[in-house]
């Protein structure tokens, strides 16, 4: 043995010695293999801790008796059969033995205190092994050696080890927590709960009994000794007082509060809740918090207790008493006394919401008493909630929501007036949030992501769901609190007064949750002007707004305006004004004078020509948000100085990444630039402008073009430098990717191209897009290997298509065959919508284009599924092409434009195309695409087999972009579809391995039922009789049921056989 504990050592010594590189692993992988076999081992770690030398000091390194507890542990956890008796024998002696050498008469590991901590979960293991059937005197047995005969007080060693095994059984078989954080088994639940019963029955009493003597007498000695004075001995006596309280608190829980709670335990815990000690203080409160919350039966026997307790008068003295330490240390900041008053926050709130369950007690008499009490406390919440340190406000946000939300359910069951005791607290409550909402004066909001700014945001949040709840209460009391708060902050600044930046702030964010709050204001333009209503646009136009007087949230809105408050000297203030003015833009159309004066603020030092670039960057976003809402009343004029003014925040730059901050890869990381997507609102807000000029097209073609041909140049000569420097230059990749996406959204800034044209529309200069588009397709035909480039054209060419309209769809084919030359799965998916998109905006439009597009894509589209599928994300890009692939199809069915299927480019394909389909509505593996290929062959029926519809393309409808062959049937399409498409639709219910109780294939034999309806409706009585005397039969349909399937199929309406059907299916297959 003594050879192999040597080996162990050796192993301990190169494992904990990484330089020892060569045998490091070997030295681990060992002694993993002795903790996987502690059935065996144990016998080895057990001397290995233990053991002693000839003088009595401890054999083995503290390092190797801290590993042999680690084996011993693995050997006693989740055992749950008994011990032979020779094994109980052997650990037991040697426990018992250690703990008379190391505790009783030793310094209990003074020299590697660490030990202490292990030793107590090891003995506390070994205790849940043996309790229940060999070792039931393990207590008895500690009390022993807790107080010898020859010894008058308690060994101190012995009790601060009692303590930790009475926390560690507790922690063990009673903490939720730690049982949550396990895996369950059934044998330990069972062990578990055995071991509670047994403590209770055999030794709580002893136990409880032990702990508050020890403490007691603890308690006394440290009283004398803070009274002398004495800091040498007072530390050892405060440290069992201590643990002494913290073994308290664990097993108050799970045993018979009538141990706990007691005219004994009462006074010294009150007595230890306000000692000079802080751990003790913090120790007792949680205790009291244990007790507190413990479940009892009886309503009456919880409001005992809480009257026992009188927690709420020992709460309150504290509080106050806190609360004045607070101000006596002025701006320092002992967080240990603030986590004291964290610590008693959480008792209050638990007090609270004890009480409220009370007020829900089958007792009137409890329910009384018990609101008597909650009234009584509820000033001390307030005081909690008013806390300037945010940790100890929040510990009553449980307590306080819970009230407010009685007072709601109140509110609903009776709208009579609120008592005056309830209004007079809402009230004060209303001032507290509205005092806590307020930023701290020595805030830094230079950053953001700051962990208190963050934190503060998140307060501010909490807050507001209160005011909320305040409002559904008393909707008066919160609009007057918040239109007041913001009127005098308003009027202050306005007539010189100094007003701190965190106040102005805060009267600003009343005016921004104004609008929210007041529920009886009125919708868009009546929310801000007591003008007559009318539903008609044209009539609301004519409207002189200005001649009618302000609605409260418009007094605030122009008070605000008015007042200057956007040069206030701090960003926070003048960023809050910007956010409210941007966000309430239907004022501006009441109140126009106020416009010129906003946008001032906006473009200039205020705005967006602030220096701090992160300000900025929000500005941006807001300024466009501001234009684009205002801008029907922006003068033209002031719209070219406006566009003027933003000239020199357009200069594109490109940031590449660190090389040690690159995620992706440095193409995907340089072009997510917080600061260049912010810019991107710039460009948009420059075509918006640009826009207004549109009844002077050449003075707004000018003006574009002053913008757009400096861009156009840029792009020019980065494509030039690409050229000549090859794919490692990413600086002009990058360049190329963001003058693209500049383009693409000054585009976005024009209106839509109108579909159809309305007579003496006023186009924009289209000719210009067309040229931007033909530029932005060279670059793409020299990068489209880069990912970033083919994003930035699909994202740019989505935008320009949208204003130009039929100008540009020519180029969509040359934009595919780029596209799709290198791609991913989720840019054919992309780029699949977008077309979409496009069939959607432009129809008839669309046809030649999509004539040339639907053979390539579905040649792209076959390629990519018959791709192998070696993965859940792969299976999810097939999908997701399936997805896209079956919407795009059915959005040129929905928009009339079937003739691209048979026109004589792609009418050799049409076969492949149509048994392609009809092979998804066989895919039972994926429903989602099953239902919509059955939605697109639906449509098909629908197009080409119509009784009534010619078999050569009729003449024009009038429309000279429409094409005939949209108008077509196909002469013999009805036999595919009783050969092929419906026999097809009868097969899917009878695969074997459908699933009926997935409701996605619920919603696949609806759409089954909607196929079979619309042959019905569109082939009339042929098809009936098809179903009833030739298809049905050949499946061995009995008659009668054909008949009846027939005769449904004929007279319910859709949703009734779709029902029928559904049921019918899950039947036949019972």
């Known amino acids: 043995m003594d050879q192999e504990i040597e080996k162990i050592l050796q192993a301990i010594t190169i494992a904990s010695d990484p330089a020892q590189s060569s045998l490091h692993q070997d030295a681990i992988g060992y002694l993993n293999s002795i903790q996987q076999n502690a059935s065996e081992t144990w016998r080895l770690a057990l001397p290995l801790f233990a053991e002693v030398n000839g003088d009595g000091s401890r054999k083995y390194i503290p390092q190797a008796r801290f590993y042999a507890l680690r084996v011993l542990d693995d050997f006693l956890d989740n055992r749950f059969e008994p011990f032979h008796h020779e094994t109980f024998q052997t650990i037991q002696q040697s426990l018992v033995s250690y703990i008379q050498s190391e505790y009783v008469y030793g310094q209990a590991e003074a020299g590697a205190p660490y030990l202490r901590n292990k030793f107590s979960h090891t003995l506390t293991l070994f205790f849940l092994c043996t309790y229940m059937e060999q070792w039931p005197t393990f207590f008895a047995d500690l009390f022993t050696l807790m107080r010898p005969n020859d010894q008058p007080n308690f060994n101190r060693h012995i009790s601060l080890l009692f303590f930790h095994i009475i926390l560690e059984i507790s922690g063990e078989v009673a903490d939720q927590m730690i049982k949550a954080a396990r895996q369950f088994t059934t044998q330990r639940h069972a062990r578990d709960a055995r071991v509670r019963d047994a403590v209770r029955e055999r030794d709580a009493v002893q136990i409880n009994e032990a702990v508050l003597t020890i403490v007691t007498e603890a308690a006394e000695k440290m009283a004398r000794l803070q009274k002398e004075q004495n800091t040498t001995e007072l530390p050892q006596v405060e440290e069992v007082v201590d643990w002494g309280i913290r073994a308290f608190a664990s097993y108050v829980g799970w045993i018979d509060i009538n141990l706990t709670v007691t005219p004994t335990t009462v006074p010294l815990l009150f007595t230890l809740l306000a000692d000079q000690s802080l751990p003790i203080r913090l120790a007792t409160s949680a205790a009291l918090l244990k007790i507190i919350g413990k479940g009892l039966k009886e309503p009456s026997d919880k409001l005992q207790l809480i009257k026992v ?73 307030l005081r909690f909630l008013a806390d300037e340190y945010d940790d100890t406000c929040s510990t009553v946000f449980p307590f306080l929501q819970t009230v407010l939300s009685g007072y709601k359910k109140k509110r609903k069951l009776s709208s009579a007036p609120i008592e005056p005791e309830k209004r007079s607290f809402l009230a004060s409550l209303l001032q507290v949030i509205l005092d806590k909402m307020k930023w701290d004066a020595d805030a830094d909001l230079d950053d953001p992501e700051d962990d ?129 003015v941007s ?245 054919l998916v992309d780029f699949m919508n977008f077309i979409a998109l496009l069939i959607f905006k432009l129809r008839d439009d669309m046809f030649d284009v999509l004539d040339q597009l639907v053979g390539p894509l579905a040649a792209h589209i076959s390629v990519s599924l018959s791709q192998p599928v070696s993965g859940s994300d792969d299976e999810r890009a097939h999908s997701d092409t399936k997805k896209a692939y079956l919407a795009l199809l059915t959005s040129i069915m929905s928009a009339g434009l079937q003739g691209v299927f048979i026109s004589p480019r792609n009418n050799p394909s049409f076969d492949s195309l149509m048994e392609t389909m009809r092979m998804l509505s066989e895919d039972v593996s994926d429903p989602p695409n099953q239902k919509a290929a059955f939605t697109f062959l639906a449509r098909c029926v629908t197009a080409w087999a119509g009784l009534n519809q010619p078999s050569a393309p009729p003449a024009s409808n009038g429309n000279i972009n429409h094409n005939p062959l949209n108008d077509v049937g196909l002469p013999g399409f009805e036999r595919y579809i009783y050969e092929r498409l419906v026999p097809t639709a009868f097969s899917v219910p009878s695969v074997p391995n459908l699933n009926l109780k997935d409701g996605q294939v619920t919603v696949v034999l609806h759409e089954i039922a909607n196929f079979f309806q619309i042959v019905c409706k569109t082939r009339g009585p042929e098809a009936y009789n098809y179903f009833l005397n030739v298809f049905l039969p050949s499946q061995n349909w009995p008659p009668e049921t054909a008949m009846e399937f027939t005769t449904k199929l004929k007279d319910l309406d859709p949703r009734a056989f779709r029902k029928y059907f559904t049921d019918f299916v899950r039947s036949s297959r019972s």
């Open 583 to 827: 966000r309430y833009s239907e004022f501006f159309k009441v109140r126009k004078e106020c416009i010129v004066p906003t946008l001032e603020a906006m473009i200039d030092s205020r705005g967006i020509h602030n220096q701090n670039s992160t300000f900025r960057s929000r500005l941006y976003y807001l300024f466009y948000r501001f234009i684009k809402e205002e801008r029907n009343d922006i003068p033209p004029q002031i719209s070219v100085t406006i566009a003027e003014s933003l000239r020199d925040l357009l200069t594109i730059e490109v940031v590449l990444p660190n090389p040690e901050d690159i995620e992706v890869d440095v193409l995907s990381d340089a072009v997510k630039s917080s600061t260049f997507d912010s810019q991107l609102y710039l460009f948009e807000t420059v075509g918006i402008l640009c826009s207004l000029l549109f009844k002077t097209p050449d003075q707004q073609k000018s003006l574009l073009l002053s913008f757009v041909k400096p861009l156009m140049d840029e792009l020019s000569e980065a494509l030039q430098a690409y050229r000549a420097n090859g794919n490692q230059d990413y600086n002009s990749i990058v360049k190329l990717h963001h003058i693209i996406m500049a383009l693409g959204n000054i585009a976005k800034g024009f209106p839509d191209y109108p579909s159809p044209l309305p007579a003496g529309y006023i186009l924009p200069p289209l000719d210009v897009f067309a040229e931007v588009a033909q530029a932005i397709l060279v670059c793409l035909e020299n990068m489209n290997i880069f990912k970033v480039a083919r994003d930035a054209t699909r994202f740019a060419f989505a935008r320009i298509l949208a204003t130009a309209g039929p100008t540009v769809t020519h180029f969509i084919p040359q934009l595919m065959s780029n596209l799709l030359v290198h791609f991913e799965p989720s840019e």
């Open 309 to 381: 307790l009188s927690l709420g008068q020992v709460i309150d003295a504290l509080e106050s008493k806190t609360r004045q330490q607070q101000i006596e240390r002025g701006d320092g900041t002992d967080e240990g006394e603030e986590s004291y008053r964290e610590a008693l926050g959480k008792l209050l709130n638990m007090l609270g919401l004890e009480l409220i369950k009370l007020e829900e007690a089958p007792s009137e008499e409890v329910r009384v008493e018990a609101s008597k009490h909650l009234s009584q406390i509820l000033p001390i919440l």
């Open 452 to 580: 208190d700014n963050v934190e503060f945001e998140k307060i501010r949040k909490e807050l507001r769901n209160f005011m909320d709840a305040v409002l559904v209460v008393d909707q008066d009391l919160v609009t007057d609190a918040v239109r007041n708060l913001a009127l005098s902050t308003i009027e202050a600044y306005k007539n010189g007064v100094e007003v701190k930046w965190n106040e102005a702030e805060l009267g600003i964010h009343m005016v921004y949750i104004f609008g929210e709050i007041n529920k009886s204001g009125g919708k868009s333009r009546a929310a801000f002007c007591l003008a007559p209503s009318s539903t008609d646009k044209e009539t609301n136009k004519s409207i002189d707004y200005s001649v009618y007087p302000l609605t409260p949230q418009g007094e605030l809105l122009f008070a605000l305006v008015q007042s200057g408050m956007s040069a206030y000297p701090h960003q926070a203030v003048a960023l809050q004004f910007f956010e409210t």
